[in-house]
Structures are given as C-alpha cells and as structure tokens.
C-alpha cells in the first residue's frame, strides 16, 4: 500500500543538461508535496515543495511541477551539475494525520 | 552547531541484546520523529511525539519504545533484537511546517 511511487531508481546525466525525476501519488488527500536529496551517510535534506493548490513551484535550479488530475509530480533540475548527484525522495504531506510518507527514491548520477 | 545530532552512528549487536539510539534537536522544535530506512531503501515512520507528547505510533513491534525526556530530546529503546532490525535510523524534527523536517545522520545498525 505504498502511496508515494517513485518507479525510476536510477537516472544518468550528463553534466549541464536538464534531470528529471518523477513521483506518483495514490491519496488525493496529501496537502503538500516534497523533495529531499539525500548523500551517502547524511540524512535527507529538504530542498523544493508545493503545496496541492499549486501546479508549479521554482527555486534557482530546482523546478517541482504537479499534475493533481494524474496523481504525478516531477521534479526538474536546470542545468544539472556534479554535486547534484544524490538520492532524491520524493514525498509527500498529510496535514490531517500530521505525517510525511516518502516514496523510495531515485539515485541521480551527473556525469562530466 | 549540528541541528539533530543521533548517537552513536554504527551499532553492531548480537541478536536478543537491548540497545538505545539518542537524538537531541537544538532548533527549538516542537515535534520529532524516528523514521526506519531498510535494505530497500524505503524511509518508513515509526514514531513521532509533540511536545512530549506521542502522536504517531505506526505498526511497530512493541519491542521498540520511543522516550521523550523533553522536547529536544527523543530516544529509541529497542529490546530483543532481532535480524530484521539492522536498518538505518533516522531521527528528525519539525515545527509541523507541511513536511519540512530537518533529519539527523543516521545511526546504522548491524544486528548479528
């Protein structure tokens, strides 16, 4: 009963060009949606949200887009670079049950 | 300096002993969290409390006991150990900002 999918493990790139990172979502309920990156032997770190009202969220380099009728969330990282690579989770907010479900994560490896 | 501090970082146990995780927040939050990630890289919650107080209690064995002294402080008891215990440990805390935690390390733990 996994609510927050992430199917890609894995994605190369190559240095400068644009990651994307997908994310679906089964509960219709969740208020806001999140992405951590996460190095070797360090905890997740916050990075980019957006809440359920929004369709687009832009940070800097980090965009997060969200597709509420498909159930779907992406996360694009312009241009990518070296120290982009890391897990990325995906997860997402339930405010009436005050609880943050993670998908399983997406390995990025920005190649030179 | 560092925000959630977990100790230690590596447990190595044998099967049936009775170990604790400590993590400490000096950010003034209200709320924290003990989440799991297993072989399969899936951060799950376990527990959270706020303001000492439990809030969430997911289906964990009841040979896992969480303890909150304060609110700067949450540590995790685990009795009987088991195989199926080495994971990776993430404690975390929030001011319940929809889903911006600030997570620890990590204490890996290596049941043998």
């Known amino acids: 009963d996994q609510q927050v999918k992430q199917n890609s493990p894995s994605l190369s790139v190559q240095e400068g060009r644009i990651s994307i990172l997908n994310c679906d979502y089964t509960?219709?309920?969740?208020?806001?949606f999140l992405w951590y990156k996460k190095y070797p032997a360090e905890g997740p770190t916050f990075l980019i949200s957006i809440s359920s009202i929004k369709d687009k969220n832009e940070d800097g380099r980090f965009t997060v887009f969200l597709n509420k009728s498909a159930k779907h969330l992406s996360l694009h990282i312009v241009p990518s670079q070296p120290g982009d690579s890391a897990v990325y989770f995906c997860a997402a907010w339930d405010g009436t049950a005050s609880k943050l479900t993670f998908g399983t994560g997406t390995r990025l490896q920005v190649t030179l | 300096d560092t925000a959630v501090s977990q100790t230690p970082k590596y447990l190595v146990t044998q099967m049936g002993n009775d170990k604790s995780i400590k993590c400490e927040q000096n950010l003034g939050h209200d709320t924290m969290y003990w989440y799991k990630q297993d072989s399969k890289k899936f951060l799950k919650i376990m527990f959270s409390y706020n303001n000492k107080e439990l809030i969430i209690n997911e289906t964990v064995p009841n040979r896992f006991s969480p303890k909150s002294p304060d609110k700067a402080h949450l540590n995790l008891h685990i009795n009987s150990l088991e195989l199926g215990d080495s994971a990776v440990y993430f404690c975390?805390?929030?001011?319940?900002?929809?889903?911006?935690?600030?997570f620890g390390s990590g204490t890996r733990l290596t049941v043998v």
């Open positions: 509960n219709s309920m969740f208020d806001y």
């Open positions: 975390a805390s929030s001011t319940n900002r929809a889903g911006r935690y600030t």
